[in-house]
């Protein structure tokens, strides 16, 4: 989408957000990060967030247009939870390119403006790494942190492609979320879509269950808990409400992926787990995978 398409489409989008009544948490972040004027140099001594310790969010970074939105998903995941952002650029160890850390350096000075430019809550650090892009993502990382990860288009494995960043989201303890999002900027029902997560009896169900609650929680919209796939007679649709979620259980005859992937187009993330793997196998599980790839939204990988 060129520049002058991209102005019409957040003007339209503008008009439209006015005409919903449905606000959230959410959306106003969405909101923020999506109409953010470009950042201008802070005034000396402007007061910003202290550091803390405890969980975070941790996103890989570099100057591809993806990189930027994967930046602004994981600013507003941190700003939802309470938590501080870790920006990390990852850079090859083939001897020392100055120059090139130079260019990573503004390249985290710019997300970093950016990040507080919308946000006056979030505390930002960044890190610049040395070393292979899965290997220096996951240093940055600790168990408990969320990790996001960009998505292109095309299937490479240098930078933070498709390859790296599934690499990156299997590898790591904790949970990650693969910011897919065609057609970006979204119309204005896009932060009113559910949080849908995938259970199953072999996918970890309780764990991604429970993390579907909590993410439909912050974001104050509903929760769909959707079960495909399995063999056992399919029970009919029912809505109820958890800790103030409420949600939605559904069941679909058509195999997990499937039945994942056409819901992904009315989803704001979907959730699953990463899947059974033999012991010592490496790599996503195909429901993940095929997500990963394919889905219409972004994508929680939990387990």
Known sequence: MGYVDRSLAQTEARRAAARVDHASRYGDAINRYLYAEAPVAEAPGLARPAIRTGPRVIVAVDATPSSYLAADHAAIEADLRGWDLRLVHVQGAIGPDYANRDHGARLLERMTARVHAVSSTVAVSSRLVVASV??????????????????????????????????????????????????????????????????????????????????????????????????????????????????????????????????????????????????????????????????????????
């Open 134 to 303: 899965v290997g220096g993502v996951l240093a940055a990382a600790g168990r408990d942190d969320l990790v996001v990860v960009g998505h292109r288009h095309i299937a490479v494995e240098t930078g933070l492609g498709l390859a790296a960043g599934e690499r990156i989201a299997t590898r790591h303890p904790g949970p990650a979320f693969a910011v897919r999002v065609p057609g970006w900027p979204p119309g204005p029902e896009f932060a009113s879509r559910p949080v849908i997560a995938g259970v199953d009896e072999d996918t970890g169900s309780p764990l991604v269950a429970g993390f579907a609650l909590a993410e439909s929680r912050l974001r104050g919209c509903h929760a769909v808990l959707l079960t495909a796939g399995s063999k056992r007679v399919h029970v009919p649709d029912r809505v109820g409400e958890i800790d103030g979620v409420t949600v939605h259980h559904r069941s679909s005859a058509v195999d997990r992926a499937t039945a994942l992937l056409v819901a992904s187009s009315r989803a704001a993330a979907i959730v699953v787990g990463r899947g059974r793997r033999r012991v010592g196998e490496r790599g996503l599980g195909p429901i993940g995978r095929a997500l990963i790839q394919h889905a219409d939204c972004p994508v929680f990988l939990v387990g």
